[in-house]
């Protein structure tokens, strides 16, 4: 199984609401990402989890909020949002560094709209 | 702070020709990857170039890694509509495996 998978699909949000986003992968990986792409840009990352410790944190405002409840699964909570957070969020998982693979595999990702 | 260019932004290809993306990172790294985007799509994996002179070939796409000039460069043959995509190339930063992508290579095949 070489899957990343997303839920939900599409989400629309209203500024004081509070929702999740989830990943998860079953390749026995145990780094996972966010990343946030805006339409026609680039991903830019969001947040790494290494053995499911917060390893890196790319100065992300703190209305999300990143949780790793296991090594399959990856979550971002939303609070607060402002429409210019309005983009497709993508997961992504690979293994861990010491076996020497570092090849990213992506999920198809959430758009998320928020009104 | 590692910056990665790609150029052209945008290349409208004609089917049966062959053309060339290239890609400029500003500071060392030995890791480099190329990803395609299908409008809507996810990102999925075309190449991981893991050293100098690396060479990797997969149908029409050839990508090529040269980590002294740091250019890795994605040559197209034989163009042909299924390979209409954006392309992406990353550069991995320091340890952590972060990646930083390139502003990504619209491509359009015409018949």
């Known amino acids: 199984d070489t899957e990343v998978t997303q839920t939900p699909k599409h989400l629309v949000m209203g500024m004081t609401n509070k929702k999740s986003l989830k990943c998860e992968q079953h390749?026995?990986?145990?780094?996972m990402y966010w990343y946030k792409q805006k339409a026609k840009k680039p991903p830019e990352l969001m947040f790494v989890?290494?053995?499911?410790?917060?390893?890196i944190n790319e100065s992300v405002p703190s209305r999300f909020s990143p949780e790793c409840p296991n090594s399959s699964l990856l979550n971002l909570h939303l609070h607060a949002l402002q429409p210019e957070d309005s983009a497709l969020y993508l997961c992504a998982s690979s293994q861990d560094l010491a076996s020497g693979s570092y090849e990213q595999y992506f999920g198809p990702g959430t758009r998320l709209t928020v009104t | 702070e590692l910056k990665v260019e790609q150029n052209p932004l945008f290349l409208s290809m004609q089917e049966g020709k062959n053309y060339t993306i290239y890609c400029n990172y500003s500071t060392t790294s030995d890791r480099l990857y190329w990803y395609r985007q299908d409008p809507g799509k996810s990102l999925e994996s075309l190449f991981v170039?893991?050293?100098?002179?690396a060479v990797k070939q997969e149908g029409r796409l050839m990508a090529s890694l040269d980590t002294k000039a740091r250019l890795s460069t994605l040559h197209i043959t034989a163009a042909v509509h299924d390979l209409s995509a954006t392309y992406f190339c990353?550069?991995?930063?320091?340890?952590?495996?972060?990646?930083?992508f390139g502003g990504g290579t619209r491509v359009l095949v015409k018949p």
């Open positions: 390749m026995g990986h145990r780094a």
């Open positions: 170039l893991l050293s100098n002179g």
């Open positions: 990353a550069v991995e930063r320091a340890a952590g495996n972060k990646l930083t």
């Open positions: 989890y290494s053995y499911e410790k917060l390893s």
